[in-house]
T-cell receptor, first 112, second 118 residues
Framework: GQNIDQPTEMTATEGAIVQINCTYQ??????LFWYQQHAGEAPTFLSYNVLDGLEEKGRFSSFLSRSKGYSYLLLKELQMKDSASYLC?????????????FGRGTQLTVWP | DTGVSQDPRHKITKRGQNVTFRCDPISEHNRLYWYRQTLGQGPEFLTY????????KSRLLSDRFSAERPKGSFSTLEIQRTEQGDSAMYLCASMGSPGAPLLNTEAFFGQGTRLTVV
């Protein structure tokens, strides 16, 4: 089966850096995804890691270690609009193609 | 194409009534997924279509739930005899263009239909 764990809540101040961790267990790892979801809105894609290492995309970076079953999402120069839920999700080779297994989400609150 | 669209955005229904939701995926995508999300949880997989074929259903999808994608384009999700436990956000996602590599790639989500059963 799949088990994905991430913190429930985090807070940070505008302009700061925050790191959201995600650990996972899956029988057939096939990529790790981070999605951002504002309240009442659709999840929107942020990043995808399938190989170990850091992927950087503007203010957002995502890191993956497959041997440790660990990923993090790094948000730099935080803005108020970054207040949202951040969802960690994994794909599983042994499961339906494209099916994602999501964590509960980390609710990030950015204070002025 | 502006993305995945879902209709309605909100639905309030009385317990025992039937409801139907619609999803229009991105037009060139051949794979379509339905997820359900409750407050404070991540989305949970319900069912998957490749073109018009429904290839997988989660055990979450009881006999009261049925989904179709008759022409391989839009999809509908029907819940019969709704129960209060069905209250949730129902999300549709699409991905996969014909000829594209069969790898996990970005899934595009619609804004969801929020169902409240009273």
């Amino acid at each position: 089966g799949q088990n994905i764990d991430q913190p429930t809540e985090m807070t940070a101040t505008e302009g700061a850096i925050v790191q959201i961790n995600c650990t996972y267990q899956t029988s057939g790892f096939n990529g790790l995804f981070w999605y951002q979801q504002h309240a009442g809105e659709a999840p929107t894609f942020l990043s995808y890691n399938v190989l170990d290492g850091l992927e950087e995309k503007g203010r957002f970076s995502s890191f993956l270690s497959r041997s440790k079953g660990y990923s993090y999402l790094l948000l730099k120069e935080l803005q108020m609009k970054d207040s949202a839920s951040y969802l960690c999700a994994v794909g599983d080779r042994g499961s339906t193609l494209g099916r994602l297994y999501f964590g509960r989400g980390t609710q990030l609150t950015v204070w002025p | 194409d502006t993305g995945v669209s879902q209709d309605p955005r909100h639905k309030i229904t009385k317990r025992g009534q039937n409801v139907t939701f619609r999803c229009d995926p991105i037009s060139e995508h051949n794979r379509l997924y339905w997820y359900r999300q409750t407050l404070g949880q991540g989305p949970e997989f319900l069912t998957y279509f490749q073109n018009e074929a429904q290839l997988e259903k989660s055990r979450l999808l009881s006999d009261r739930f049925s989904a179709e994608r008759p022409k391989g384009s839009f999809s509908t999700l029907e819940i019969q005899r709704t129960e209060q436990g069905d209250s949730a956000m129902y999300l549709c996602a699409s991905m996969g263009s014909p000829g594209a590599p069969l790898l996990n790639t970005e899934a595009f989500f619609g804004q969801g239909t929020r169902l409240t059963v009273v």
